[in-house]
């Protein structure tokens, strides 16, 4: 049982907009940077939004996220077949003492 | 630019313990603000964070497995060491080594090595 709580999969179609949520707590998300980590099948995490919101370079900025209190979410836009991944937000929690992962969500481009 | 990789044994038999190490380059582990973590992925699930060593020697464990982890480093060789005492078949996973970059804003894995697969079984 994870931390973060995320949805185990979504859907959606080619050049849509598709969005994942992560739901934590004060100990984490509300008073911690989020981080969203992209793993493509066979590949290792590949950090994808760091503090809440911004792109490490080399991202696409189709790519992006926000917070709001013991929530986050990451948005793709212009879904492309590439983008068929799991995703995982990570935060700070301060009770555990050491970061905390979501479980992860299947994205599938239909 | 940074890069990490984890070697160790392929298979461990169940009460053993597990050493890893993850050797790395582009990056001084005695530079402050510079930490290397530890994160594992059982086949088909999430990811779960296993330790984190600091550039001042100072460690952090994940509470649940705080009794059968060491994480230690080498700075002269580049490499930072894991052990995992009692291994059992659930232990079974890819385990990832990472850097992790302090700022302003907190802290991320922004690099990760490509992993390595452990399993347990007699």
């Known amino acids: 049982q994870s931390v973060l709580t995320q949805p185990p999969s979504v859907s959606e179609a080619p050049r849509q907009r598709v969005t994942i949520s992560c739901s934590g707590s004060?100990?984490?998300?509300?008073?911690?940077?989020v981080n969203w980590y992209q793993q493509l099948p066979k590949k290792a995490p590949k950090l994808l939004i760091y503090?809440?919101?911004l792109l490490p370079s080399g991202v696409s900025d189709r790519f992006s996220g926000s917070k709001s209190g013991t929530s986050a979410s990451l948005a793709i836009s212009g879904l492309q077949s590439e983008d068929e991944a799991d995703y995982y937000c990570?935060?700070?929690?301060?009770?555990?003492?050491?970061?905390?992962f979501g479980g992860g969500t299947k994205l599938t481009v239909l | 630019q940074i890069t990490l990789k984890e070697s160790g044994p392929t298979l461990v038999k169940p009460t053993q313990t597990l050493t890893l190490t993850c050797t790395f380059s582009?990056?001084?582990?005695?530079?402050?603000?510079?930490?290397v973590g530890w994160i594992r992925q059982p086949p088909g699930n999430a990811l779960e964070w296993l330790a984190l060593?600091?550039?001042?020697?100072?460690?952090?464990?994940s509470p649940s497995l705080k009794s059968r982890l060491t994480i230690t480093k080498d700075t002269s060789k580049n490499q930072v060491v894991l052990t995992m005492t009692n291994m059992d078949p659930m232990d079974t996973a890819t385990y990832y080594c990472?850097?992790?970059?302090f700022g302003f804003g907190g802290s991320y894995f922004d690099y990760w090595g490509q992993g390595t697969l452990v399993t347990v079984s007699s």
């Open positions: 990570a935060a700070w929690d301060d009770r555990l003492n050491g970061p905390v």
């Open positions: 004060s100990s984490n998300i509300e008073n911690n940077a």
């Open positions: 503090y809440d919101d």
């Open positions: 582009g990056f001084s582990l005695s530079t402050s603000g510079v930490s």
């Open positions: 060593i600091y550039w001042d020697d100072d460690k952090r464990y």
């Open positions: 990472a850097h992790r970059r």
